[in-house]
């Protein structure tokens, strides 16, 4: 039983190509081959590196835009207890956490960013 043609669009997979198709490569040449390989993972990397540096900038302003809001907020905080704003207090604890964990933040940031930058290559 004879198969039907196939639109030139359409590959048949389950075919066995010839002796004479498989000669035709386009790459015939295994150093050629080789080589494309190479160029191709050189690609592959450069690419992988750039969307790395585009996601580190995205995640950098994010991280940036929190440290700076809570700190603003901790600054409000610490003036309308301070001169008691509207008669606004809180207990010294929660003063001393609010004030700790903005330092934290802030070290932690400096720490993650100075990593990110200067990786030690292993």
Known sequence: MASKPLPEDKVDLDRTPSGKEESTETFANPDERRKDA??????????????????????????????????????IVLVSVGFGICGFTLPESVLEFLVGSTAASAIGLVFAVTNGLFKVKS
């Open 38 to 75: 190479e160029t191709q993972g050189i690609r592959e990397l450069n690419s992988d590196l750039r969307y790395n540096r585009l996601l580190r900038s995205k995640y950098a302003s994010w991280v940036f835009c929190y440290l700076v809001s809570y700190s603003i907020f901790v600054g």
